[in-house]
């Protein structure tokens, strides 16, 4: 089965600079990846994903690139703030036509960005 | 606002009886989905629900189960809890290529 490897496991960095995690998959099928943030007692947030068939998606401060021949995905978030400290979570799936029930997610990140 | 709520947000039990959450989504949200995550873990995949039938399932044992309802809401049983099953169960419903998640329930085996 599908297995998501995410590193590192914790990550502290200063406020305004760039925070980079990242996510190796095993299961070559998986074609959608998205990356979740998760603050402490709270539900797992979306903050952006991509599809196998892009290389590179941005979003204000937050990336995401894909090697699919690699086999890895990578967050990154340039000019951090205190509010970006959180777990952030990268998952695999296979889409079959929008549903995406099916997550096989990483163990975490734990990102804290100090003031 | 996801739009997808669960009950109860806390509730604790003890080893060997049973327990049932509920998660309630959106009309139209015909997917929805069950994971389990323990304390400073990812969230692992327990099984989906398409139009009332199960069609994904992960790694958990038959005493885990669930049904989903007509209203768009579901349910997931667990029997004879163990004290490894104390974590967060989060409901997840699909729409348009999104996964919206609930806030979870968090259930404590003593």
């Known amino acids: 089965g599908e297995n998501v490897e995410q590193h590192p496991s914790t990550l502290s960095v200063q406020e305004g600079d760039s925070a980079v995690i990242k996510c190796t998959y095993s299961d070559s099928a998986s074609n959608y990846f998205p990356w979740y943030k998760q603050e402490l007692g709270k539900r797992p947030q979306l903050i952006i994903d991509i599809r196998s068939n892009v290389g590179e998606k941005k979003d204000q401060r937050i990336a995401v690139t894909l090697n699919k021949t690699a086999k890895h995905f990578s967050l990154h978030i340039t000019e951090t703030q205190p509010e970006d400290s959180a777990v952030y979570f990268c998952a695999a799936a296979r889409d079959y036509g929008g549903s995406q029930g099916n997550l096989i997610f990483g163990k975490g990140t734990k990102l804290s960005v100090k003031p | 606002e996801t739009g997808v709520t669960q009950s109860p947000t806390h509730l604790i039990k003890t080893r060997g009886q049973q327990v049932t959450l509920r998660c309630s989504s959106q009309?139209?949200?015909?997917?929805v989905s069950w994971y389990q995550q323990a304390l400073g873990q990812g969230p692992q995949f327990i099984f989906q629900y398409y139009r009332e039938e199960e069609n994904g399932r992960g790694n958990f044992p038959p005493r885990f189960s669930g049904l989903q309802f007509p209203n768009y809401s579901s349910e997931l049983n667990v029997n004879a809890l163990e004290l490894d099953d104390s974590a967060l169960y989060l409901c997840?419903?699909?729409?348009?290529?999104?996964?919206?998640f609930g806030e979870g329930s968090r259930l404590t085996v003593l």
């Open positions: 009309s139209g949200h015909n997917t």
């Open positions: 997840a419903s699909s729409y348009l290529g999104e996964l919206f």
